[in-house]
């Protein structure tokens, strides 16, 4: 006979599953349970969108003196400060959280940032101290990425991101001029983008 010992490492998940995980909501503008409050987050072509990533480059590495390329700004921001366990658990003991089943209908104070809970995990003596507490499953990542990379090159409808909605976005923070709506008629026209290989052929679906 022996003593069966099992400890969590870590979690592996999709991205609202890391909501329940972490404690950080993973909606709205501060969506990134990494960066937290400092993410880079913008209302883009109906949705809100994630930017900014240019700060996790080298300090002196040329992408950061690009504009056009990019949003149209240069980047000279510093990456997210990376907050350990311990911080986050501290945190997390200085808020009070409404029982779980009455958080539902809460608005959650400002003082919470976007803190919907104190994970149980916490509760695991050394939880506060591992570096990587969760994982994202790279099954569904890698799903979303390839659909939606193919649906727009192929500029499938329904699965291409190079909408008319994104267009009028890019003409709104004046950026990639030649992606803007054609305007050389009455009706403007959606052209096609440079980096299609749209082909005669048409694709029904995947
Ligand atoms: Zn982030």
């Not at 501060?30 to 987050?41: G, I, L, Q, R, Y």
């Not at 916490?122 to 591992?130: A, T, V």
């Amino acid at each position: 006979m022996f003593t069966l010992r099992a400890a969590v490492m870590w979690t592996v998940n999709d991205f609202p599953a890391y909501a329940i995980v972490s404690g950080w909501s993973t909606k709205g503008y501060m969506a990134c349970p990494v960066c937290k409050e400092d993410v880079t987050s913008g209302w883009h072509a109906g949705k809100v969108c994630y930017l900014g990533h240019r700060r996790w480059l080298p300090w002196d590495h040329e992408w950061r003196e690009k504009d056009k390329e990019f949003d149209g700004n240069t980047e000279r921001r510093l990456r997210p400060r990376e907050w350990s366990g311990d911080e986050i658990l501290e945190q997390l003991n200085r808020l009070d959280f409404a029982p779980f089943e009455k958080t539902v209908s809460r608005t959650r104070p400002s003082t919470h940032m976007s803190w919907t809970h104190k994970p149980m995990l916490f509760e695991l003596p050394y939880w506060s101290k591992l570096k990587l507490r969760h994982n994202l499953d790279v099954m569904h990542v890698e799903k979303n990425v390839f659909d939606t990379l193919v649906g727009t090159i192929l500029d499938i409808e329904g699965k291409t991101k190079d909408t008319i909605k994104a267009r009028l976005d890019l003409e709104r923070m004046g950026i990639r001029r030649g992606l803007w709506m054609n305007r050389d008629s009455d009706k403007a026209r959606r052209d096609l983008a440079f980096f299609s290989i749209k082909t005669s052929l048409s694709f029904s679906s995947f």
